[in-house]
C-alpha cells in the first residue's frame, strides 16, 4: 500500500496550492480520505476529510479557504488550499481509513507560507 503526497512547497501569504494525494494497494472507494497536519511543536491535527460518499468535513480553521475533493477513477484525492496564511505552514499528511478501522499514511508534504 502507497500513499504519495505531493504539491506542497513554499508560498506567499494569501497564495494558493493543491495538495494531492495518490494511492495504490487499496480500493480507493471504499476508505474515507483525510488530510492532517502537524507543524513544529505541536500535535497532528485533522483538516480535512471526504467520505466515501463524498460528505466533507473541514476544519474551523480553513472551513472557508480549503476544499477537499477525491477523484475515485484516478485513486487519489486532494485538498485546495486558497488564501494561505502563515500558521497554515506544517507537513501535510493524507490518511485513508477504511470502516472497520485499518488506515494508511502517506509521508507527509511540506507547506511553508512565507513572504
Known amino acids: 500500500v502507497q500513499l504519495v503526497e505531493s504539491g506542497g512547497g513554499l508560498v506567499q501569504p494569501g497564495g494558493s496550492l493543491r495538495l494531492s494525494c495518490a494511492t495504490s494497494?487499496?480500493?480507493?472507494?471504499?476508505?474515507?480520505m483525510g488530510w492532517y497536519r502537524q507543524a513544529p511543536g505541536k500535535q497532528r491535527e485533522l483538516v480535512a476529510r471526504i467520505s466515501t460518499r463524498g460528505s466533507t468535513n473541514l476544519a474551523d480553521s480553513v472551513k472557508d479557504r480549503f476544499t477537499i475533493s477525491r477523484d475515485n477513477a484516478k485513486n487519489t484525492a486532494y485538498l485546495q488550499m486558497n488564501s494561505l496564511k502563515p500558521e497554515d505552514t506544517a507537513v501535510y499528511y493524507c490518511n485513508a481509513q477504511a470502516h472497520w478501522s485499518e488506515e494508511w499514511w502517506g509521508q507527509g508534504t511540506q507547506v511553508t507560507v512565507s513572504s
Open positions: 494497494g487499496i480500493i480507493f472507494s471504499i476508505y474515507a
